[in-house]
């Protein structure tokens, strides 16, 4: 088809990509029986020489869960259509890859709380003490 599009800094080459076909249960009726429309969509993640390096590392980190001696795989059977499974599976990959691909978020830099929040805690606390201590039912 064409080279698949991850982000700005990482395109698959068309070539990386090994697609396999399958019958796939669904929608379809008897054509489903006959026909190849399920698709395997297979990227061999840890030897691409497509993929940079420091972004190598994050993704077979983030997908280890995924990988099957480093090759990814994503399939599609959801349309009638082999050429609709084909660009929902490489969607599902180019998604995959975006997802895991994303630099971590900033981490959070730690704030104290300030007096006035600590002294309507405090004052809030006794407050409430007061309601339950009112609920005893002491009788002088």
Known sequence: MEDLVVTGSLTVPDGELVERFSRSSGPGGQGVNTTDSRVEL???LARSPSVPE???ARLLTRLAGRLV???V???ASEHRTQLANRR???ERLAQLLRE???PPPPRRRPTRPTRGSQERRIAEKKRRGETKRGRQGRFD
Request: no cysteine.
């Open 42 to 44: 297979a990227f061999d």
């Open 54 to 56: 420091h972004l190598r």
């Open 69 to 71: 001696d480093g090759v």
């Open 73 to 75: 795989t994503v399939t």
């Open 88 to 90: 929902a599976a490489r």
């Open 100 to 102: 895991a691909a994303a």
